[in-house]
């Protein structure tokens, strides 16, 4: 299991040298992804979710808070005694086409990690071997057509299920997969949706899904948790069913809001919610994070920050002082 408590990341942002401004990407975020398990961040481009499945990868540093993993806490440790316990976390990157080295082939793509796998677990070239058609099948590749080509002999979709390939070389605990489907053709996404739902299945390995496509994160984690995020806040956590069909609050009912509905197919919510404004990093952070752009603020929500919990009837955590339920996801339409 991997927890996170009090997630705090800030950058400097660039340009004039005495400008001495800072983006906070995240503002105390907590989560928890079991063993096996399944969790999806859901946000609008620049909430912070790219930020935080880094850092859960060990692949960025954060400036306050702690990562727990089974159970160990990383900032008891040094940076060199971290590394195997983040290798076990594996990030799948948004765009296949800049994750492989266009001058290795995808059998020295593979190589490269087995390699180390092979020196820790005392394994030789023969098992190096195996293992490199081994994961490649476990991605619905065929390794005699696959390992001797380069990354530009493959297709979009090929090229992921290698990157995912090279992920499972090490034996991961969990894949995170950052927008992993966005820069694939339509057509395939599905196909590597079901592959990793189908890697979680088989091995067991837990799947953080980084996404703002809300439909995604329902297939991949249908059992699991979502959280939604938003400029570096989590503003609403449950199950994935629950936050998707019944949303409480404003930012989560305006995404759901903007979901295309199937014309002849599904009849829209009657209650869509609309921010009155595009999203501003400069506006002040005093209040709650949405105060500004939510239809429904009132005076206190512009000077108190609400914070993540529960309330009465409310079965999900939610940062809201006036959570409500709002009729704002498409329906089937009737007899069909």
């Not at 996170?4 to 950058?11: A, C, D, L, S």
């Not at 599905?190 to 990793?196: D, E, N």
């Not at 948790?225 to 503003?235: E, F, W």
């Not at 929500?301 to 002082?321: D, I, M, N």
Request: glycine share 10%; net charge neutral.
């Amino acid at each position: 299991m991997i927890t996170g408590t009090g997630i705090v990341k800030t950058f400097k942002q660039r340009g004039n040298v005495l400008d001495k401004r800072e983006v906070r990407a995240l503002r105390g975020v907590d989560f928890s992804i079991p063993k096996g398990g399944a969790a999806s961040f859901i946000g609008e481009s620049g909430c912070g979710k790219t930020t935080l499945g880094r850092i859960i990868a060990g692949l960025e540093t954060h400036d306050e808070g702690e990562i727990v993993i089974d159970d160990v806490a990383m900032s008891s440790l040094k940076p060199k005694a971290r590394q195997p316990y983040f290798r076990r976390i594996q990030m799948i990157h948004q765009d296949p086409y800049s994750a492989l080295n266009p001058t290795r082939t995808i059998f020295q793509t593979l190589q490269a990690p087995l390699r180390l796998r092979a020196r820790q677990t005392g394994r030789d070239g023969k098992w190096i071997d195996e293992r490199a058609s081994e994961v490649l099948s476990l991605v619905g590749l065929d390794p005699g057509s696959v390992l001797g080509r380069y990354p530009h002999q493959l297709s979009g979709g090929m090229r992921q299920r290698v990157v995912i390939a090279r992920a499972l070389t090490v034996d991961p605990e969990m894949l995170v997969a950052d927008e992993a489907v966005s820069m694939i053709d339509v057509s395939l996404r599905l196909g590597i949706l079901a592959l990793l739902k189908d890697l979680r299945e088989r091995l067991g390995v837990a799947v953080l899904f980084i996404t703002h496509d809300v439909a995604t994160a329902r297939y991949i984690g249908d059992d699991g948790d979502l959280y939604v995020i938003y400029r570096g806040q989590v503003i609403e956590h449950g199950k994935v069913d629950t936050v998707i069909s019944d949303p409480v609050h404003p930012y989560t009912q305006s995404l759901l809001s903007a979901i295309p509905v199937l014309h002849g197919l599904e009849q829209p919510g009657t209650q869509p919610v609309v921010p009155l404004s595009g999203l501003d990093e400069s506006l002040s952070d005093g209040g709650c994070l949405f105060a500004r752009r939510c239809p429904f603020h009132t005076e206190r929500c512009t000077s108190e920050l609400p914070a993540l919990g529960r309330s009465e009837g409310v079965p999900q955590e939610h940062a809201c002082f006036y959570p409500e339920r709002r009729d704002v996801v498409a329906r089937p339409m009737s007899g069909v």
